[in-house]
């Protein structure tokens, strides 16, 4: 399917989508989407100190998933170049929400040049109203100049009028879900992590404009929303398609019931 020939809300709706995240957004009309959660590229390989060697042969990081990079992306682009693609990418997502919407935006931080980088220059200008701690449990690290870092960072981008789902903000803002492994792609969204987003909101149609394996499409399905997917790799996409076949009854899903994860106040 190309861009060209796509109409919302017809060629959207349940769908995955196979393209650029920029162009198949600027086909969504304003105000059109309830939530948006997604994680893009790290741009791992454009580091400055123990990262990951471009030398997918060789390195420290050797065996890893993401030593060979993501499909169809390029993950050592210059930062600032990078910077501005996710400023840009996050400016069409907050045109995209209702003015009740919001954006769960996972990202990493991390040392370069021996100072973090908390990505300041991607959320720049956009309301944060809160950062969420994802703490992952386990993780490597090879630079004896700081301790081992064992979470990641959601931002919430909300437009004026979003409100958590009925009990939602009993939860505090510490999370602790541990990877998925049994994935073919590098760097999965865990399924309990996704639960908990979205059980946390009253979404109807749910965006995820870097789809990845399709965890955001599977678990909106299981919760009986809407998702839109986009995806820039094709091998991405087959697999996001082939989940959503296999798992929206998936044992894991049927353990997790809306609002569950949320103790009464």
């Given amino acids: 399917m190309k861009k060209v020939n796509l109409k919302y809300p017809k060629d959207f709706l349940n769908k995955i989508i196979c393209g650029d995240s920029i162009e198949v957004m600027k086909l969504i009309p304003d105000n059109s989407i309830?939530?948006?959660v997604t994680s893009p590229p790290y741009n791992l390989k454009n580091s400055t100190g123990n990262g990951m060697s471009v030398n997918t042969k060789s390195g420290k990081w050797a065996g890893n998933a993401l030593q060979n990079g993501y499909s169809h992306y390029d993950d050592n682009m210059p930062n600032d170049k990078y910077a501005e693609w996710q400023h840009n990418c996050l400016q069409q997502m907050y045109r995209t929400i209702k003015?009740?919407?919001?954006?769960?935006?996972?990202?990493?931080?991390r040392v370069q040049d021996g100072?973090?980088?908390?990505?300041?220059?991607?959320i720049k200008d956009l309301p944060v109203r809160q950062i969420i701690i994802w703490r992952?449990?386990?993780g490597i690290n090879f630079n004896p100049g700081y301790f081992l870092p064992t979470y990641e960072v959601i931002y919430l981008i909300p437009k004026p009028d979003f409100f958590l789902a009925k009990k939602a903000n009993a939860c505090g803002?510490?999370?602790?879900?541990?990877?998925?492994?049994?994935?073919?792609?590098?760097?999965?969204?865990p399924?309990?992590?996704i639960h908990r987003i979205i059980s946390s909101t009253n979404a109807k149609i749910i965006l995820d404009p870097f789809m990845g394996s399709g965890t955001t499409a599977v678990v909106a399905s299981s919760l009986e929303r809407t998702y839109i997917g986009i995806e820039l790799s094709p091998d991405y996409c087959k697999m996001a398609e082939r989940r959503?076949?296999?798992?929206?009854?998936?044992?894991?899903?049927l353990k997790l019931k809306p609002l569950s994860l949320f103790p009464e106040k």
């Fill in 34 to 36: 309830d939530l948006v």
């Fill in 99 to 109: 003015d009740d919407g919001a954006i769960f935006y996972n990202h990493k931080w």
């Fill in 115 to 122: 100072v973090i980088q908390d990505r300041k220059d991607i």
């Fill in 136 to 138: 992952r449990k386990g």
């Fill in 173 to 189: 803002d510490v999370w602790e879900f541990t990877q998925e492994m049994n994935n073919g792609h590098p760097a999965p969204f």
């Fill in 191 to 193: 399924v309990s992590l």
């Fill in 244 to 253: 959503l076949k296999k798992n929206v009854k998936d044992d894991e899903l």
